[in-house]
């Protein structure tokens, strides 16, 4: 296609008087975020995407902060006292948060209390002198979401009576027989956060040794 090009009415293609034509001016591109293109722009116009707003600017990128960790948190619901003084002394380690319920206290209610289960509970066969491992059976659903439990039973293989499918063993991550020693717990402990947050163990709250072979309550 041919292009077409206007003249002037009159001017029949040739220039005007003065023998010279009027040149036209060229306008200069100006750069998209200098001073005077900034006055051209509208106001309110933003400015243009992947450079920065003032010359010789960089973006700026603020990041959120980090959040902590969330503490290692286990309960310890065991019938005996001596035995969960000693659950007790083998979880006091740096960072972690120990509860420690009473044989009244509900252990389904307290691992669902928070958003997320415990990441281990200790319990007993006897807790809550519960029958043919009730309690047990009651928080597998929270095994399914990371939380480990160590049970404290006389016979990890034996299944109560009418429940051929509860055998300690199958209900636990970890099952112990007493009696236990805090030194024995606290290894089992450690073994089950080196699984869970792929680090070593922190270090104990006190220097002094797990065990403590002279337990004021026997009950």
Not at 105 to 118: L, M
Not at 170 to 196: F, N, Q
Not at 197 to 202: K, L, T
């Amino acid at each position: 296609m041919s292009k077409i090009r206007k003249t002037r009415p009159g001017a029949g293609g040739r220039p005007s008087s003065g023998g010279h034509s009027t040149p036209r001016r060229a306008h200069a591109k100006l750069p998209p975020n200098s001073s005077r293109a900034a006055k051209l722009r509208r106001p309110g116009s933003p400015a243009l995407p992947g450079r920065p707003s003032e010359p010789g600017g960089l973006p700026i990128v603020e990041l959120a902060p980090a959040l902590p960790p969330r503490p290692f948190r286990v309960i310890v619901a065991v019938h005996r006292p001596r035995f969960r003084g000693r659950c007790q002394r083998a979880a006091a380690l740096q960072g972690w948060e120990v509860t420690a319920l009473l044989n009244k206290q509900d252990v389904v209610g307290a691992v669902a209390r928070n958003s997320q289960p415990p990441d281990i509970l200790i319990l007993s066969g006897d807790f809550g002198r519960q029958k043919d491992y009730a309690i047990f059976r009651a928080i597998q659903s929270w095994r399914g979401e990371g939380m480990r439990v160590i049970g404290l039973v006389e016979d990890c293989d034996a299944a109560p009576e009418g429940y051929p499918d509860s055998a300690p063993s199958k209900l636990c991550d970890i099952c112990i027989t007493p009696p236990i020693r805090a030194a024995g717990v606290r290894a089992l402990l450690a073994g089950v956060y080196e699984e869970l947050r792929s680090a070593p163990a922190p270090p104990p709250l006190n220097a002094g040794p797990a065990d403590d072979d002279t337990d004021e309550d026997e009950g």
